[in-house]
């Protein structure tokens, strides 16, 4: 226990020492860059609204710039401006729509340092990972390109002689896309890539920590030549936020809501849409278990949990939040993890090259943090590492051990550096545990029998698979439990919406018309 207690104290006085530094050294983001833009884009111009608000660098607290605080207004602009596009660009040709998404993909590519950059000092993101984010994004845009070519109809045998069924698919129209902080680039394209590919306009409200990467995006889309009106973006600051989403929610000429973001919110949102029957997406909250059986590599899942749990600290909805440890390998699993948090983390502001573990992105999100740390040592969790919030949002990463099902940190999701371990003794146990959440994005299993690896084949591996109840499952035996995705692979959700949100771009921004080719009558139908 001294031991224990000796290397606590040690790494908070490194991780407060390493606070200090990036509060006292001076960084400053490259305001003159052509990308860093402040007013919203409305109709292909940058438009200025009566007040502004500031966006500031997480890891300083520092003012980064200050961006116009559209209402409103402005978002009622930005809906009829993207309304009046759709007339003409559902008629344009899928090969020029696919020619436009490549080139703006294109250029995302050619100004990735400049829009990494961007990332890092609104959002916190070490650089390396925000460079890797930009990479993702420009991978939805050119994704989404090759898929607008294949927005396919069908031919359905008909019950009549006399008659022929067709189905067409056909954009529905203006899409609002309400995005997140946490991934503020990648979270608009993947969303605004599959609207565009299939003929819609898009309003887009970023978040309010994190408005210059969309701006930055429709300053690129303007280059890549996206008509006018087609890419609208309404930044507002956190006290808009609620006159801007009723706007985007309630209008009669917005016909989709794309939506990633806390549960809470998306209730909101979902009773806003219900009064005019808007087609809805949402990728809601996680609370993803990390289950490692004692068939396990530790070695291995250790790597596992460092990837899945301090990606962008721990700010991610499918980071993992609940560590599962069967009791024969508890104890060496937590010592080897505390190592490598030790050997591995680096915290720091994201543009120094050697910081793996940035900021939180305010103080709303340290606090919540703390106080889940402050709850689980109250009921008899053990205090492993870290442990305490650091100046400005820096929050140390913690280590936890000994820690029950009834403490917050299992029961609400944490969006920050806070590794609870829990022991179980059966498989009916850990999933048990696992499913009791009533939000889920992803799965992590570790164990020998999984993904072909060593021991695979062995029995109970499948059962393991099969028994998380949640939309995407990390069952692998490799180093990394959960690998970074790319435009291809769907994302999904189940539990409280039990849909997923990121299917094949057809079924989510486009109508499917039947028509009776004898009759001349027509037959909607919404993929949902």
Not at 343 to 368: F, V, W
Not at 471 to 488: A, I, M, Y
Request: overall charge positive; charged content about 25%.
């Amino acid at each position: 226990m001294m031991m224990v207690v000796m290397k606590t104290t040690r790494c908070a006085r490194l991780l407060a020492a390493v606070g200090n530094a990036a509060r006292q050294r001076a960084f400053s983001l490259d305001a003159s860059s052509p990308l860093v833009r402040t007013r919203g884009y409305v109709h292909g111009r940058w438009v200025s609204a009566p007040q502004d608000f500031p966006v500031l660098d997480p890891a300083t607290g520092t003012e980064i710039a200050r961006v116009a605080d559209c209402g409103p207004d402005e978002a009622k602009r930005a809906v009829d401006a993207a309304r009046e596009a759709f007339r003409q660009w559902k008629d344009v040709t899928a090969k020029e729509r696919s020619v436009v998404l490549r080139r703006w993909a294109d250029l995302m590519t050619e100004h990735k340092d400049h829009l990494a950059a961007i990332v890092t000092f609104e959002s916190g993101k070490p650089l390396k990972e925000a460079l890797g984010e930009i990479a993702y994004s420009a991978s939805f845009l050119d994704w989404f390109s090759e898929e607008a070519r294949r927005v396919y109809g069908d031919v359905v045998p008909s019950p009549f002689k006399d008659s022929k069924i067709l189905l067409l698919k056909q954009p529905v129209g203006v899409a609002s896309i309400i995005t997140p902080w946490n991934f503020p680039s990648a979270m608009i394209t993947r969303k605004v890539g599959a609207a565009l590919a299939a003929g819609c306009t898009v309003v887009v409200k970023p978040a309010e920590d994190t408005p210059l990467s969309a701006l930055a995006l429709a300053e690129l889309s303007s280059q890549a030549g996206l008509p006018a009106g087609v890419f609208n973006v309404v930044p507002c600051s956190r006290e808009q936020t609620p006159a801007v989403g009723r706007v985007l929610c309630t209008d009669p000429l917005v016909a989709k809501i794309s939506f990633t973001g806390s549960t809470a919110t998306g209730k909101v949102l979902l009773k806003m849409a219900a009064d005019t029957v808007k087609r809805v997406s949402m990728e809601l909250g996680g609370h993803a278990p990390f289950i490692v059986f004692d068939s396990a590599d530790v070695d291995k899942a250790v790597q596992g949990a460092m990837a899945s749990k301090f990606r962008n600290s721990g700010q991610t909805c499918v980071c993992s939040n609940r560590f599962l440890v069967q009791r024969s390998i508890y104890d060496r699993f937590v010592a080897e993890l505390g190592a490598a948090m030790d050997r591995d983390l680096k915290m720091g502001h994201g543009s120094e090259p050697e910081t793996t573990c940035g900021p939180l992105i305010n103080d709303r999100a340290a606090e919540k943090v703390v106080h889940q740390m402050e709850d689980a040592l109250s009921r008899g969790a053990r205090l492993l590492r870290g442990g305490r919030r650091l100046r400005g949002s820096f929050v140390a990463p913690t280590l936890l051990a000994d820690v029950s099902a009834d403490m917050l940190c299992m029961r609400e999701e944490t969006f920050g550096p806070l590794v609870p371990v829990v022991r179980f003794d059966t498989e009916q146990e850990a999933l048990a545990i696992a499913n009791a959440s009533r939000v889920g994005l992803a799965d992590l299993a570790r164990g020998r029998g999984f993904g072909g690896g060593p021991g695979g084949g062995q029995p109970g591996s499948a059962v393991h698979a099969r028994g998380l109840f949640r939309g995407r499952q990390g069952v692998r035996s490799g180093p990394r439990g959960l690998q970074v995705r790319r435009g291809r692979v769907p994302g999904g959700q189940v539990r409280l919406l039990g849909r997923p949100v990121a299917e094949r771009l057809t079924r989510s921004p486009t109508t499917c018309r039947q028509e009776d080719a004898n009759a001349n009558s027509l037959v909607l139908f919404v993929w949902l």
